[in-house]
């Protein structure tokens, strides 16, 4: 300890209570309530996403078309299908909505 120079123990320190200042910090963005709810709407979001993408998956599959009756109007089985994506985007927002909904409310309690 004797060969330790005071003006080198000083920046050490000094060193060590910017390393510390910054990690209290990033901990406190971590866990400040906001940013986590943010993270958990961003997965809600996300998961939301994938499973409108997967129903659009599955509803977009073409197969064989069933054998027409002879008492079935002719349109029935025509190549025209409904455009699904708004019907598909809004089952999205509202899962969307429903899981803020939750983590709100979860919040509050």
Known sequence: MA??????????????????????????????????????VAKVRANAEHLVTQVGDLVGVTGPKPVKLADEPEDLWADDRPDLAPILIGVGAVLALGAVVMLWRRRRR
């Open 3 to 40: 060969d330790t120079d005071p003006a080198e123990l000083e920046r050490q320190i000094e060193r060590t209570r910017a390393e510390l200042a910054q990690t209290v910090d990033a901990i406190a963005d971590r866990v400040n309530p906001k940013r986590v709810a943010a993270r958990g």
